[in-house]
């Protein structure tokens, strides 16, 4: 069955960089988009992008360019999302999905920026 | 960007009632080729959110018979028929007809 596992919970400071993995298992991971979600208390679901891991193509949000990078390994089957400048807008919760139609989530990842 | 409007319910629902989820895009989802681009999830408490409908009507695996999804290029309804405890939550509704990908804000579903 198709399983997104995301790496723990981080605790940042300010400035610092912070990478999120997102490893899938029970399908052919080169061949499907993994999309990227930040949720925030009181702001909804976000779409920050996707990547099509077999390719390397990325879609991004113009709001997360220069603030997401996302990266695929396909010999691990591991989804990567890098946030850059971390700011205390940043802190919330991270969520892999794949498509089609955002059917399968991983269980989040939770970054808290604070000095 | 598209933007996605969803209303908050006015009250708590009965459990067996049935209850009905609007959700109004800024701009129709309705795609050339004749689908329209609208998902419904359900984020419980705790939890990653839940596909429920894709394709504005069309439910998801494993998706109970009771969720069922209606609309036009616009207007969208997610009908929830006879309301159970574990359908409490937070519903979204999503556009994928063009980038960024949008969502709604939510409707909270609460049971009485």
């Known amino acids: 069955q198709v399983q997104l596992q995301q790496s723990g919970a981080e605790l940042m400071k300010p400035g610092a960089s912070v990478k999120i993995s997102c490893k899938a298992t029970?399908?052919?991971?080169?061949?499907?988009?993994i999309e990227w979600v930040k949720q925030r208390p009181g702001h909804g679901l976000e779409w920050i992008g996707e990547?099509?891991?077999?390719?390397?193509?990325?879609n991004y949000n113009e709001k997360f360019k220069g603030k997401a990078t996302f990266t695929a390994d396909t010999s691990s089957n591991t989804a990567y999302m890098q946030l850059s400048s971390l700011t205390s807008e940043d802190s919330a919760v991270y969520y892999c999905?794949?498509?089609?139609?955002?059917?399968?989530w991983g269980q989040g990842t939770l970054v808290t920026v604070s000095a | 960007d598209i933007v996605i409007t969803q209303d908050e319910l006015s009250n708590p629902v009965t459990s067996g009632e049935s209850v009905s989820i609007s959700c109004r895009s800024s701009?129709?989802?309705?795609?050339?080729?004749?689908?329209?681009?609208l998902n419904w999830f359900l984020q419980r408490p705790g939890q990653s959110p839940q596909l429920l409908i894709y394709?504005?009507?069309t439910r998801a695996s494993g998706v109970s018979d009771r969720f069922s999804g209606s609309g036009s290029g616009t207007d969208f309804t997610l009908e929830i028929s006879r309301v159970k405890a574990e359908d409490v939550g937070v519903y979204y509704c999503?556009?994928?007809?063009?980038?960024?990908?949008?969502f709604g804000g939510g409707t909270k579903l609460e049971i009485k």
């Open positions: 999905a794949r498509e089609p139609w955002f059917a399968y």
């Open positions: 029970g399908y052919t991971f080169s061949s499907y988009w």
């Open positions: 990547i099509l891991p077999g390719s390397g193509s990325t």
């Open positions: 701009k129709s989802l309705l795609y050339k080729d004749g689908k329209t681009y």
């Open positions: 394709l504005m009507s």
């Open positions: 999503q556009q994928l007809v063009e980038y960024p990908r949008t």
